[in-house]
């Protein structure tokens, strides 16, 4: 039976919820956005739009929540095989997702408050814009965006292949406590 | 030769005859319904739609009116606006780059949209205004209740009345869709008159 909090050697099933909710959330909002900025103008384009600022909005307090959660549970240990430097590694890796899961949802709300557009959350609530209309902070946030998504790209491609990694070929168990099935 | 014999020229001073006197009726009208002007630092025409599904609001910096409003002479009051549609504003760069555009206002084919009360009467709560109201050359019966409250020689006017944006062409294309803008626009006119 899973825990719904974090022990010494595994994630809750709080934890765990979270992480795949988030995964689920960022790898749609990444290709929507991809989509979106290609497409010339059509209804689908701005629904697009909508659904991509609704998406973030909703992992960005998905990702305020998983913090909290993170802050008042106990974080598992990181399995004794790995090298300091690896555990230097894997938490700096940890920390720049963190930063970046806050970042790119942050960037889009300053981009779409900046160019003074609405944002209705899936048509439910209207949430306030953040910063006053400018045109110079719209396309600074719009290229901090862009960045964002990239440096989210090649972080995310460690973090899988890290996992990945501890699974197929170290086989320790850092991808199965993820999940909620730990059978050895 | 001064002594024309032509009748063109007597259809010319009938013309001109009628001119006068067609001329001179608005004036007999404005002895019983007062003439008021905007005072336009403390007026505001606005309006509200939605964009995305989410609200915002916008206004025509210039707009201009014949009104001439009096409680106790509707049937002589009327309103007779005039809105530069190119000096349309809702705070958004971006949005406002697009609205001068064919699809939207088409503001260098149609510099001005109209509205021309034909029928001003009471009703529960204040007042009605119905006419017409034109943009783009499409006209269409629109009704504006308000309220007028007179204070000395000033007053205070407050409407608002919802129209379908796509009736009067505004958003044609790819902006129809409702998704992109939403088609009902709450216009909302909030004036300061002085007279």
Known sequence: MMKIRNTRDGWGAGAQLLHWLIAAGIATAMLLGWIMVNLPNSATKFELYALHKSLGITILALVLLRIVWRWIN???????????????????????????MLLMPLSGYVLNSAANFPLNVFGLVQ?????????????????????FFWVLAAVLVAHIG??????????????????????? | MFRSTSSSA?????????????????????????????????????????????????????FRADMRFSADDLAMSRFDVTVATGSINTGSSQRDSN???????????????????????ATTDGYEAV??????????????????????????????????????????????????????VKVVVDLTLER
């Open chain 1, 74 to 100: 106990m974080v598992p240990d990181m399995p004794g095989t790995l090298s300091p430097r690896e555990q230097k590694l894997a938490g700096a890796g940890h920390m720049a997702l963190y930063a970046l």
């Open chain 1, 127 to 147: 949430i306030p814009n953040l910063t006053p209309e400018s045109e110079t902070l719209a396309e600074v946030a719009s290229v901090m965006h862009l960045t």
């Open chain 1, 162 to 184: 890290a996992a990945l990694r501890h699974h197929f070929v170290l086989h320790d168990d850092v991808l199965r406590r993820m999940l909620p099935v730990r059978r050895r």
């Open chain 2, 10 to 62: 007597g259809r010319f001073s009938l013309g001109l005859g009628l001119g006068v006197i067609a001329s001179a009726l608005p004036m007999l009208a404005s002895s019983a319904a007062t003439g008021w002007e905007i005072v336009h630092d403390e007026s505001r025409l606005g309006f509200e739609a939605t964009q995305q599904g989410g609200r915002f609001e916008g206004r025509f910096e210039d």
């Open chain 2, 99 to 121: 609205l001068p555009d064919a699809e939207w206002f088409d503001t260098d084919a149609f510099p001005e949209a109209y509205y021309v009360t034909r029928e001003i009467r």
């Open chain 2, 131 to 184: 006419g017409d109201l034109t943009i783009r050359d499409n006209t269409h019966e629109v009704v504006l209740p308000f309220t007028w409250q007179t204070e000395g020689d000033r007053a205070e006017m407050n409407g608002a009345v919802t129209i379908d944006r796509v009736r009067f062409g505004v958003g044609q294309g790819e902006w129809r869709d409702p998704s992109v803008a939403g088609h009902e």
